[in-house]
């Protein structure tokens, strides 16, 4: 009873170690302590299964975060309102630098929009970008689902052109989405980095 309760804290230690990813270094006495010299490893087998066990493990909740990840991406792209005209402007063809919300206009944020269809202050994603932009102005030609996206200057609101995107309606809980999947991405990243020291 003595010798099977030694067993188990050696095998709770070792374990123990190897999920806070430090290294543990088993002498062959302790691999034929806890597996018996009857199973065959010798010390560095025993050590390249942990590591494989470590690795396997890894994989493991890795895929999980990015099942994860994967739900939370699909809520923070936001709600499809369809596709959208969009155009682009700067101050080089709209010189007042104030939008009709009374803000400064800003690259990566103002759009114009018809705020019957898009109200003043709604946050949109266009097609796949990353950037939320919101709508803080309007336009005598942005009527029904048209938008006019805010630009450095004239040049790369010519190279912009006339888009056809898909718009997504960002709401509330597409931010918090958004936070969870950052958290996922930093607690991973710490994690590794500690494993690999």
Known sequence: MKNNFKKIILVASVFSAMMAGSAYAATQAEVDYVTGPAFGLNA????????????QQEAELVAKEDEEIAALRASARGRS??????????????????????TRPTVGRTIAAD???LPRG?????????T????????????????DIFMNNDSEARAHGVRYPELYVVEGDAKDAQ??????LARRAERQASQNK
């Open 81 to 102: 309102v369809g596709k959208f005209k969009a155009y682009a402007y700067s101050l080089d063809t709209d010189p007042s630098n104030i939008t009709t919300a009374g």
């Open 122 to 130: 709604t946050r949109v994603r266009i097609g796949n970008s990353d």
């Open 179 to 184: 936070q969870k999947i950052d958290a996922i």
């Open 44 to 55: 560095d087998q025993y050590e390249t299964t942990l590591d494989s066990y470590k690795q």
């Open 115 to 117: 705020w019957s269809v």
């Open 132 to 147: 939320i932009y919101v709508v803080e102005d309007t336009g005598g030609n942005i009527k029904g689902k048209t938008i």
